[in-house]
């Protein structure tokens, strides 16, 4: 881990584990005051299917029948720290988990949003035949203003934010190759939550750029943190990962209230 004169950590491609590990991380890390880091971007590519619900989505009467069939469908369900709507993604998706400690991000709301998205555009733009843009399109799951869109017909990209006293965790969930199964678990568990949908919505980059790869994306996203931000590589703090790794229980599981109830032991 960096002293507090190496503030900007790049943790890059690796998941630290199982689903519920790699979304508790960033909320542990979210809840340590006094970090030695003033930013910290982990980027990497998901090591299991995953339905990532929000708080939001608890308040749907199908919540119970949306958790069965994400577990039905081999999916981990979990209540995920940032808001938002419902997503879900496997190995052919990208997740870029951004926590800052600066007091100034706490306040920036839709602007935070908005220069993630012109950042992460630039990005898919440079990946080949992809005509990427920002903005919602009608019937997408998860819906947001600053959703990353392809031809203003798909959405690919997906952020959504979690602000706290000890500063921010902005969340981003690339689709790179959708899986059938991805596919038919998103359709699914919307209905049962009584959201509206449009099946034709969901895509990946894949679906215009057929020989990317998650792992040609993450690469590609790990280059322009490192640069745009002037980032060093580093790793997760391993008490964190090691802390992280005994999460579990409850159908969906609740990573904040997970966090609360556990938090990291003083070292």
């Given at each position: 881990m960096p002293t507090a004169t190496n503030t900007r950590l790049l943790?890059?491609?690796?998941?630290?584990?199982p689903s519920i590990t790699d979304l508790v991380i960033p909320a542990l890390l979210l809840r340590t005051p006094g970090a030695p880091w003033q930013q910290l971007v982990h980027i990497y590519v998901p090591a299991g299917p995953t339905v990532a619900f929000s708080g939001r989505d608890l308040r749907s009467p199908?919540?119970?029948?949306?958790?069965?069939?994400?577990?039905?469908?081999?999916?981990?369900?979990?209540?995920?720290s940032p808001g938002g709507r419902m997503v879900a993604y496997d190995?052919?998706?990208v997740v870029i988990d951004h926590l800052d400690s600066t007091t100034d991000i706490r306040h920036a709301g839709s602007a935070t949003f908005a220069a993630n998205a012109e950042s992460h555009v630039r990005v898919l733009r440079g990946l080949g035949d992809v005509d990427a843009r920002i903005g919602e399109v009608e019937g997408e799951y998860c819906p947001g203003e600053y959703s990353i869109n392809v031809a203003g017909v798909t959405k690919v990209v997906g952020s959504?934010?979690?602000?706290?006293?000890?500063?921010s965790l902005f969340s981003t969930v690339v689709q790179v190759a959708v899986s059938d199964r991805v596919r038919a678990v998103i359709t699914d568990v919307s209905r049962a939550l009584r959201y509206d949908l449009r099946q034709s919505s969901i895509a990946g980059l894949a679906d215009y750029e057929p020989a990317l790869t998650a792992a040609e994306v993450a690469a590609a996203f790990v280059a322009d943190y490192r640069d745009r931000l002037d980032m060093t590589d580093g790793q997760l703090p391993p008490a964190v990962v090691a802390?992280?790794?005994?999460?579990?229980?409850?159908?969906?599981?609740?990573?904040?209230?997970?966090?609360?109830?556990?938090?990291?032991p003083d070292r």
């Open positions: 943790v890059t491609t690796g998941s630290a584990g199908g919540i119970a029948e949306a958790t069965a069939l994400a577990r039905e469908a081999g999916f981990a369900p979990v209540v995920r190995g052919g998706a959504a934010q979690r602000v706290t006293s000890t500063g802390h992280a790794s005994q999460a579990g229980g409850g159908s969906p599981f609740h990573v904040d209230d997970w966090t609360r109830a556990n938090p990291l």
